[in-house]
């Protein structure tokens, strides 16, 4: 069973930064995508970014682009979402997940617990 933990989420303020990290245990598929989902309150959940693990190539979301990087550390089995330019909008609690086949649709076979991601006007 693959594991997922999200850690960095926080309180900051419009245009500033920070950084999630997402760990990854367990045997993961031989190729498979690393992706960022957010959820608002009383809203759906929705893509943030992606990137393919054996190749590297990122993916994001237009509300996103520009302002999020998602690099990855394949030795320490780490995927980052790395957010500047923070929005009040982006106020979300944060998941990663792991998955295969479409970047956006997936399927993700496995979610962390989400980390909540807070900015203040």
């Known amino acids: 069973q693959v594991q997922l933990a999200e850690s960095g989420g926080g309180l900051v303020q419009a245009g500033g930064s920070l950084r999630l990290s997402c760990a990854v245990s367990?045997?993961?598929?031989?190729?498979?995508?690393m992706g960022w989902f957010r959820q608002a309150p009383g809203k759906e959940r929705e893509f943030v970014a992606a990137?393919?693990?054996?190749?590297?190539?990122?993916y994001y979301a237009d509300s996103v682009r520009g302002r999020f990087t998602i690099p990855r550390d394949n030795a320490k089995n780490t995927v980052i979402l790395q957010m500047n330019s923070l929005k009040p909008e982006d106020t979300a609690v944060y998941y990663c997940?792991?998955?295969?086949?479409?970047?956006?649709?997936?399927?993700?076979?496995?979610w962390g617990q989400g980390t909540q991601v807070t900015v203040s006007s």
């Open positions: 997940a792991q998955g295969r086949g479409s970047v956006r649709y997936g399927p993700y076979d496995y």
């Open positions: 367990g045997r993961s598929f031989t190729s498979y995508t």
């Open positions: 990137i393919t693990w054996n190749s590297g190539n990122p």
